[in-house]
């Protein structure tokens, strides 16, 4: 049948004609001509929609234009791509038909009409409305502008040599923080100035209904500022005295890493129920997202102080000193993650010690979340087929969505695992140099090059090991692979015992313990049973091979009675107890899907929970390691 195509059809049937076996450019040296306007809308706070229009300069001819995929902090290709929605492009006042790259679906192909000068671009950015959706960027009361969720860019550039203008419209009477330098700003418009396209997607903004700026480093020549952005008034008041632990982290980091690589830091800090939760570092800020309590509960979230230091420390490992696998050109190469166990690993172990030297975590608590973290790596079954250095791909293999059988199957290890490789390189370079040196002086060595520099330096693991042969000679590259790379047993666990302590179970839970199950709502089992509860009875986190695994149990499975009474998380560490000084098996009705039957755990061990526990007659080496520099 003979239809008459419009000519707007015969124009998008010829464009896909020619562009739709378009390769994407490549990225070429010269600097993209001309300065892009990009503009936010962000006040649509009831339907949470981000709107975006950008004036980007062009000639007439192909044009490719990207949506970052690949995002700084993120270590795999996470850009959120599905929430990008209603693009429309336009060039003279006429319409611009673009066609998706059937590869690379971040890319977008399109052909620019001849004496065209400038591409209007116009669509949504849709912050999620569910968790199940994404991360939640906007709320009633919270806002966060992540630049690289809004934002294209024209492919063939590095977008270092891409300028961008953005502009912000917030909610009126709202305040924000950020580490862009403002232009201008008019009521809730506000233009801030050019700036390449690298630093604008590494300068997150968050603003608030409820909103308090703290100076961390008060009379500095190079500011540090806590924003901090809030459900409600109450939870921004911090006391005197948290201000002071606040500022302390802040000092010692600073003598800590001997240097600056920042004009201004500017911790991005939300206390929310309802926006998304978040610990991301950037170059002269971080987004820093808690539950409500973190100030006005201070007691019960002592763990949680450590998201900050982690974050800070960050500025100099993985921003200023960034591996040689992250310098890419453009924001849609592959990023390659080889040494994020030096990355993230040894952030994860300065961020501690930062957390203990300055007050925010005690020493006592220290030692627990140390345990807590000796213990969960020493019992990873996974470790028997998959080495440490194989996770640092998992970013890029599970994009972090959940597991079914994390201890089998391993996640993001080099994390936690790494800051405990770190703890044994640190009590290593004590021993060797009978306490004259330690891995503080390869963290000042290693991070204060070219002090002031925002310019990345790139290093590789051969940089790593010379930088610390400097500091202590020793066979650092054996030491480190085969921490690293080897299949192992058991958790790297040689630098708890060289600083004179060891991993012992009792049972009775450390404080540590009790938050982790308060935080996370279940009842851990993992030491004894080899699994955790829910509070409604669900089995999560099972324990490959252990005893709950054994007898058939999964984490889609739920417990609704023991020993033949209505479940209750008291019950079950009741018999487990009694179990200890008896025989007869603990018995779980247990219901999966429509299923119900019944279980015999025969477990005799009893609770099992982690501390830590000093070494007779050896050297106390943690805690010169947790006490404040002078």
């Known amino acids: 049948m003979f239809v008459r195509r419009s000519a707007l059809a015969l124009a998008f049937a010829a464009l896909f004609s020619s562009t739709s076996q378009a390769a994407v450019p490549a990225v070429g040296a010269a600097p993209y001509p001309g300065t892009i306007v990009l503009n936010v809308d962000a006040t649509d706070l009831r339907q949470q929609i981000f709107r975006v229009r950008m004036s980007i300069p062009v000639q007439a001819g192909p044009l490719t234009l990207l949506y970052p995929q690949w995002l700084p902090g993120n270590h795999g290709p996470s850009g959120p791509l599905t929430q990008l929605a209603g693009l429309k492009l336009s060039a003279g006042g006429k319409p611009v038909v673009w066609t998706r790259d059937p590869v690379d679906v971040f890319a977008f192909h399109m052909a620019i009409p001849a004496g065209a000068t ?179 509960d201070w007691k019960k979230n002592e763990a949680g102080r450590g998201l900050l230091p982690h974050e800070y420390t960050h500025s100099w490992n993985g921003k200023f000193r960034r591996p040689a696998g992250q310098d890419v050109p453009n924001l849609n190469t592959p990023l390659q993650n080889s040494l994020l166990w030096v990355y993230e690993g040894q952030t994860q172990y300065w961020g501690d010690v930062l957390a203990a030297r300055s007050g925010l975590i005690s020493p006592s608590a220290t030692r627990d979340l140390l345990a807590a973290t000796a213990a969960r790596f020493d019992n990873v079954r996974g470790r028997s087929w998959r080495a440490v250095q194989d996770t640092v791909n998992d970013p890029i293999i599970n994009g972090r969505r959940p597991l079914g059988w994390g201890n ?22 004590r021993e060797l140099s ?160 429509n299923v119900f039957r019944t279980v015999a755990l025969d477990y005799h061990g009893g609770l099992r929970y982690p501390h830590l526990e000093r070494i007779p007659g050896t050297r106390d080496r943690l805690e010169p390691i947790l006490q404040a520099k002078k």
């Open 118 to 296: 400038t591409l209007e671009a116009e669509y949504q950015y849709l912050s999620p409305l569910d968790t199940a959706q994404g991360r939640i960027t906007m709320t009633d009361d919270i806002l966060g502008v992540q630049w690289a969720s809004m934002t294209l860019y024209p492919a063939g550039y590095n977008s270092r040599r891409i300028t961008v203008q953005p502009n912000l419209v917030l909610p009126a009477g709202w305040q924000f923080g950020t580490a862009l330098e403002t232009d201008k700003q008019d009521g809730a418009n506000i233009r801030f100035k050019p700036l390449d396209l690298d630093t604008l997607i590494d300068s997150p903004l968050f603003a608030g209904r409820y909103f308090k700026r703290i100076d961390l480093n008060p009379g500095a020549k190079v500011p540090v500022m806590l924003n901090i952005v809030a459900d409600s008034a109450d939870q921004l008041e911090a006391t005197p005295e948290q201000i002071g632990l606040h500022r302390a982290m802040v000092q010692q980091a600073l003598k800590l890493y001997g240097s600056q690589h920042y004009q201004h830091y500017d911790f991005l800090f939300a206390i929310s129920d309802e926006f998304g939760g978040i610990g991301r570092e950037h170059h002269q800020s971080s987004e820093n997202g808690v539950k409500p309590g973190y100030f006005i």
């Open 408 to 429: 089998w199957q391993r996640s993001e290890d080099y994390y936690s695992e790494g800051s405990l490789i770190w703890l044994d390189v640190d009590t290593r370079i």
């Open 434 to 593: 009978n306490e004259r040196r330690s891995l503080d002086d390869f963290a000042k060595a290693f991070y204060s090059v070219n002090d002031g520099s925002f310019t990345p330096a790139h290093y590789t693991f051969e940089d790593v090991v010379a930088a610390l042969n400097q500091v202590q000679p020793y066979d650092w590259a054996s030491f480190l692979r085969t921490r690293v790379e080897d299949i192992a047993p058991n958790a790297p666990l040689d630098g708890l015992a060289r600083a004179g302590w060891k991993l012992v179970y009792t049972d009775t839970p450390s404080d540590a313990s009790k938050s982790a199950d308060e935080r996370n709502k279940t009842t851990d089992f993992s030491y004894s049973l080899g699994f955790a509860v829910k509070a409604d009875g669900a089995i999560t986190s099972v324990t490959w091979d252990g005893v709950g695994f054994q007898a058939g149990l999964a984490a889609n499975t739920s417990i609704v009675a023991v020993n033949n009474r209505a479940w209750k998380p008291e019950l079950l560490k009741a018999a487990v107890k009694e179990a200890k000084t008896g025989t007869a098996p603990v018995t779980l009705l247990v219901k999966k899907g």
